[in-house]
């Protein structure tokens, strides 16, 4: 059997390699049209800022190891440039010309390419992408000859790394983002705080702005954004995605999906038996939506090249599919998400509930707990888990893999309210921020308690609602939300008569919790109350 792969990286080395261990005796032929087989995409912002100071850090695997270690024949500078299906063949150019390959078994894994704006300007020197290891080596070579300042063009994962890893340089940064938030595949009161960490940092976030012009005679000198705006900037990074690098798949009539990806059935089979295909060229099924989308991550692509390998090598192995867990670092925050997002939620049109859970990374009392806040997107009827958001300086990447595979296990907030989790005080409180979460969620869901959130706020004052403060005195002078009424709920008990029973009241407190036990005592008197979810901190993220 002759298995060719076409790509390397995450999916074409992974697939390349399970093939291997499925299948001894098959000959494996690696292409990539660059230098490097098997490099760490994902570290080149870091490289870039001197976190990853070895630059060979980056380069996971040489084509000697694969040929030493899994006896696979890497073959790099060769570009395959057309596939002929029917003959089974595939085009490849090379140094020395043209030659054509054939095979019994074709993985391709093209993987993406960047998306490069109709901008006027667009291909002066220093406008750079941040994608392989040599677009790397040129930024790093522009910094250490004196670059001052940058213009970040998009406001994704690379943009913001990218930014970030700049800053720690000494460059001067500043982010353009179309659209009106940064990291758009989370909800919009992250992306706030996000740029109030970057505005820490000294970084300039701007959005729902356009490049309309990248300006010098030559080389970078400014942006012109589409209201006129100058930037001046000694260097551009065009950060503005990636799209599917699905043209040779098109070449060999292969299937695309609704999503413009490859299609592929759950085995990474293309609409030739004989053709596979994996990575970020891919579409992949969203386990939460039940829809068709295209996320290009690294642990998907590695987790569908394998799939692909093997089932090429004579295996049979499923990918189940995505639910878009991502995580990003942004100065000393960490913000990820995992499922559906509130937007995506009520794009398809599910009946859902959005709870915020304030907590800390470890018992308060042990030295260096730090808050986080997470908000859970849960679906009203039986309480199932569609999604879930976090952000905090420590501990969120633990929350969101928890959540993560609460979901993909099918998990209700029931379940997240009954879990076991691992607890000491350096690492956990007795109950858990997912824990909690589980229980705030699963007590809405069972109608023990309404809630409201945050970003409501507005809508209820113009129904009437009082807003009741039932922190302390001094929280409350230290800043509340306007118009709000003070009763401490340790007067609550005392003190309640005071309130008109004729009249609604939203209830807060610092987290929630105070506000929850008040509501409860409220509501057994007769008052009609409501919780503000997540309390004046999950308030905060949204002002």
């Not at 299609?263 to 992949?284: K, L, N, Q």
């Not at 952000?391 to 928890?402: H, Q």
């Amino acid at each position: 059997m002759r298995i060719l792969v076409v790509g390397g990286v995450a999916a074409g080395a992974s697939a390349a390699t399970k093939a291997r261990r499925t299948n001894e005796d098959a000959e494996i032929v690696l292409f990539e049209r660059g230098n490097y087989v098997s490099f760490a995409n994902c570290g080149l912002p870091y490289y870039i800022g001197g976190v990853i100071e070895d630059r060979d850090e980056l380069l996971l695997v040489t084509p000697e190891m694969f040929k030493e270690r899994f006896n696979i024949d890497v073959r790099i500078n060769h570009e395959v440039t057309g596939v002929d299906a029917k003959k089974k063949t595939i085009t490849v150019r090379t140094a020395e010309g043209v030659v054509t390959e054939s095979y019994d078994k074709l993985i391709l894994a093209t993987g993406g390419t960047p998306i490069v704006p109709k901008i006027k300007g667009i291909n002066k020197d220093g406008v750079y992408h941040v994608f392989t290891v040599p677009d790397a080596d040129r930024i790093v070579s522009r910094l250490e000859a004196g670059t001052k300042s940058a213009v970040v063009v998009g406001g994704g994962f690379i943009g913001l790394e990218s930014a970030e890893n700049l800053r720690e340089k000494g460059v001067e940064v500043t982010i353009v983002e179309r659209l009106p938030q940064i990291m758009s595949n989370m909800d919009p009161e992250f992306s706030d705080v996000l740029i109030r960490e970057f505005d820490a940092m000294g970084v300039k976030v701007l959005t729902g702005a356009s490049v309309a012009e990248i300006s010098g005679r030559g080389k970078v000198s400014g942006v012109v954004l589409e209201d006129g705006t100058k930037l001046a900037c000694d260097m551009v990074i065009m950060a503005a995605g990636v799209r599917s690098s699905v043209e040779l798949a098109q070449k060999a009539g292969l299937r695309l999906g609704v999503s413009g990806g490859v299609w592929t059935d759950a085995t990474m089979r293309t609409s030739d038996p004989d053709i596979y295909a994996a990575g970020d060229m891919v579409e992949s099924l969203n386990i939460v939506s039940g829809q068709k989308v295209r996320i290009p991550l690294a642990g998907s692509a590695n987790k569908q090249g394998r799939v692909a390998g093997a089932n090429a090598a004579g295996a049979h192995m499923l990918f189940k599919g995505v639910q878009g867990t991502a995580i990003i670092k942004v100065g000393g925050l960490t913000a990820a998400r995992t499922g559906l997002n509130t937007r995506e939620a009520t794009l398809l049109n599910r009946d859902f509930e959005c709870v915020y859970v304030p907590g800390f990374s470890n018992a308060t009392y042990y030295p260096d707990a730090m808050p986080m806040v997470l908000k859970l997107t849960v679906e009203k009827q039986s309480g199932k888990l569609l999604g879930a958001q976090a952000i905090g300086r420590k501990g969120v990447d633990k929350r969101i893999d928890v959540l993560s595979t609460a979901i993909y296990a099918g998990l209700s907030v029931f379940d997240l309210e009954n879990l076991d989790l691992a607890y000491a005080p350096p690492y956990s409180s007795a109950k858990d921020p997912v824990i909690m979460g589980g229980m705030i969620a699963a007590n809405m869901i069972r109608g023990e308690l309404d809630y409201a959130l945050p970003q409501e706020l507005d809508a209820y004052k113009k129904a009437g609602w009082v807003i009741l403060d039932v922190r302390t005195d001094g929280e409350f002078k230290a800043g509340h939300i306007r118009g709000a009424k003070l009763l401490p709920v340790d007067e609550l008990r005392e003190r309640y008569a005071e309130l008109d029973p004729a009249k609604k009241y939203l209830v807060y407190c610092g987290v929630g919790y105070r506000a929850y036990n008040a509501c409860l005592f409220l509501k057994a008197k007769g008052y009609t109350v409501k919780n503000m979810s997540g309390g004046w901190r999950a308030y905060k993220m949204n002002v």
